[in-house]
């Protein structure tokens, strides 16, 4: 129903800065909340940053300050701006988004399939 498409990743040095986009697709759906999450290699998956389409936005304790999150409710698209990059941000990122489909009332989690920053020291 909904496909979300990353881009942005790569290499970059650490104090430098990365902006990630998802776009979102499909039909007969209204996207909630999207976000941004991360996994590093033996660690857990962790929410990094997430807005709703009213603009209310949520950070990890981690990122806060360096990380800001923003949307385009008409694409629909969510961005990542990442900026004083650490190499402990290295990690996949995945988009996330909640969205309602129309035709059955209900609300799923959709996630894209992930983009890679490194960030080296």
């Known amino acids: 129903q909904v496909q979300l498409v990353e881009s942005g990743g790569g290499l970059v040095q650490a104090g430098g800065s990365l902006k990630l986009s998802c776009a979102a697709s499909?039909?007969?759906?209204?996207?909630?909340?999207m976000g941004w999450y991360r996994q590093a290699p033996g660690k857990q998956r962790e929410l990094v940053a997430s807005?709703?389409?009213?603009?209310?936005?949520n950070y990890a304790d981690s990122v806060k300050g360096r990380f800001a999150i923003s949307r385009d409710n008409a694409k629909p698209t969510v961005y990542l701006q990442m900026s004083s990059l650490k190499p402990e941000d290295t990690a996949v990122y995945y988009c996330?988004?909640?969205?309602?489909?129309?035709?059955?009332?209900?609300?799923?989690?959709?996630w894209g399939q992930g983009t890679q920053v490194t960030v080296s020291s």
């Open positions: 807005v709703t389409s009213a603009g209310s936005t």
């Open positions: 996330a988004a909640d969205a309602l489909t129309r035709a059955t009332m209900t609300i799923s989690t959709y």
């Open positions: 499909g039909s007969d759906f209204r996207i909630n909340r």
